[in-house]
């Protein structure tokens, strides 16, 4: 065997193994890789699991405690799962409250309000947005600022126009205070600058006035982020308490937020818990399924406002 030829063994040889070191290098760092990756991920399932537990742990004692007896949620220590079970604290609700009443009258109040406000709100964001007028900027100051100002200082001169006005105890007394909303307003403003100007100049190029620019081609556009206001509107006020029990005094026109207030008053030095709990699933049970239901665009509409 020649020099040349023992020397190109040799090479091929060293190469091999040089080519073989590297293999198993890169091998060795794509396994440290995918470990990093499992633990990664693994941590962040760990994290996210931990996290959703804490959010639906109140609801979880919520239902438990719904149909846990009066006695056993009286003791301590707390048992957080009961010996026994009871239907007791419903039929108690229904006793005591009339629920269904309250019911109707809460969803007649939030629906009204979500739908009026969103209207309103949508009509002040197009002008706030689309239209350009001398003091746009100075006028959208003005409402922003007007959000600093705390509800508690408007609560009575606003309780006492609508009582100069024969409103207590009525639908319209409780609705018309919430017909419009700034933060609504602000939101959809921010999601309207989004839309591209574009269609508007050819939409007044074909002849169209503001209001059908508004009605078909800002609107559908926009159905995300009125979802999302609408759903704020909606949760905020199934959910208020001040304010319906301010206002109303009668069975007829009382919110279940209201109601419910009412168990822990009658001169009672023991709470219902199990009754508050029945109530507090019953109220919680409608916001579920309309969020279930809407729950992708509002997402959504959240993601995207303020997009440019």
Do not use: C
Request: aromatic fraction near 10%; glycine fraction near 6%.
């Amino acid at each position: 065997m020649s020099t040349a030829t023992a020397t190109s063994m040799k090479l091929t040889a060293e190469q091999e193994s040089e080519n073989a070191r590297i293999n198993a290098e890169n091998e060795r760092l794509r396994k440290q890789a995918r470990a990093k990756r499992t633990i990664s991920l693994t941590l962040s399932y760990v994290a996210l699991a931990l996290v959703t537990f804490l959010m639906i742990f109140p609801l979880i004692i919520v239902v438990i405690v719904s149909f846990t007896p009066n006695a056993v949620t009286q003791t301590w220590p707390p048992k957080i799962i009961p010996s026994a079970w009871t239907l007791d604290n419903y039929t108690s609700l229904f006793q005591r409250l009339p629920i269904g009443r309250e019911l109707l009258n809460t969803i007649v109040f939030a629906g009204a309000v979500t739908i009026i406000s969103v209207f309103f709100d949508s009509l002040a964001a197009y002008g706030l947005s689309r239209v350009d007028f001398k003091g746009r900027g100075i006028l959208l100051a003005v409402l922003i600022a007007t959000m600093m100002i705390p509800a508690m200082a408007l609560l009575i001169p606003v309780y006492k126009l609508l009582g100069s006005m024969g409103l207590v105890n009525s639908y319209l007394g409780i609705i018309i205070p919430r017909m419009a909303d700034v933060g609504g307003i602000f939101l959809l403003r921010q999601f309207f600058i989004s839309i591209p100007k574009d269609l508007d100049n050819a939409a007044r190029i074909d002849g169209a006035g503001e209001f059908r620019i508004f009605a078909q081609i800002i609107l559908p556009n926009a159905v995300p982020a009125i979802l999302t206001v609408g759903m704020f509107n909606f949760m905020g006020n199934w959910n208020d308490l001040l304010w319906p029990l301010i206002m109303t005094s009668k069975p007829e026109t009382r919110t279940i937020t209201a109601g419910l207030a009412m168990l822990t008053g009658h001169g009672s030095s023991v709470t219902p818990y199990g009754v508050v709990m029945a109530g507090a699933l019953i109220s919680a049970l409608p916001l579920l399924i309309v969020f279930f239901f809407v729950q992708k665009r509002f997402v959504e509409g959240i993601a995207m406002t303020g997009m440019k």
